[in-house]
């Protein structure tokens, strides 16, 4: 609200799995806002290193408070819960993987074909529907002409370009700052870890978020991780998924 950590959320919650989840995102972002606002940034500057990156601290608030040891420590599940990892890992590759090709495929390309490309109004709606199939291997139902705009239904198609490709880019971020503080600083496996009362991992968040926008956003993510913009620690982290889903598959083919 104002340059003195004034910050507030306002949402319309239902007390569910999904919301619990999106209040720890925006609490991400909320801590993101206050930590790059100090003397030390320049008020033009005070905003995430990249788009990306504000999504991707908020998805790694909400990726850290739906692991089991964190919510054993709320008392929101008993330690004596038995979880199904290949059932958890699924939750969460809908969630996360099958969103990347929508998002810097179909949603991108699409925008980039309106905006750049001078994509003619006759085409419009023709244009997604070619790039959901070939990125989604969706087909409609029924005919969608072009007396209807399907990709407006999207609400950042309409309030704020490029953010779907933003989207994607925070999820590949997000794994790789997650694999880090579950590997390196906590020793911890990354799909049961919780970061909760880690003084080490409280400052390696502050450290990526303090500079904000004054330090560029590759340099800050290869000095904290180690490594460059990669998607190792996403593959990783789905690889059990991956394997039981071979074989679940092992023999079946595939048309499209």
């Known amino acids: 609200m104002d340059l003195e950590n004034d910050v507030r959320s306002l949402m319309s919650v239902e007390p569910n799995t999904e919301w619990y989840e999106t209040t720890h995102h925006e609490l991400g972002h909320i801590y993101y806002y206050m930590s790059y606002t100090n003397p030390e940034v320049p008020v033009l500057l005070r905003s995430g290193a990249n788009r990306a990156y504000h999504e991707a601290m908020g998805s790694l608030m909400g990726l850290a408070a739906t692991q089991k040891p964190f919510l054993v420590g709320l008392d929101l599940v008993p330690a004596s819960a038995k979880t199904d990892q290949t059932q958890t890992l699924l939750k969460e590759a809908l969630n996360y993987v099958t969103f990347l090709p929508f998002a810097s495929g179909v949603m ?39 007396n209807f705009l399907d990709p407006a239904t999207k609400t950042h198609i309409n309030d704020d370009p490029a953010q779907y490709y933003d989207y994607a880019l925070s999820y590949v971020i997000l794994f790789q700052l997650h694999d880090h503080i579950a590997k390196k600083i906590l020793k911890q496996d990354p799909h049961v870890t919780n970061y909760y009362g880690s003084k080490e991992v409280g400052a390696f968040l502050a450290d990526i978020m303090r500079p904000g926008a004054s330090k560029d956003w590759r340099t800050v993510l290869k000095e904290k991780t180690g490594e460059d913009l990669s998607a190792r620690a996403m593959v990783d982290y789905f690889q059990p998924l991956m394997a039981y889903l071979k074989e679940q598959n092992k023999g079946r083919k595939y048309t499209m």
């Open 108 to 146: 991108s390309e699409w925008e980039n074909s309106f905006y750049a490309e001078n994509l003619p109004p006759d085409q419009l709606n023709a244009k997604w529907w070619e790039l959901v199939k070939k990125y989604q291997g969706i087909t409609p139902p029924t005919a969608r002409g072009e």
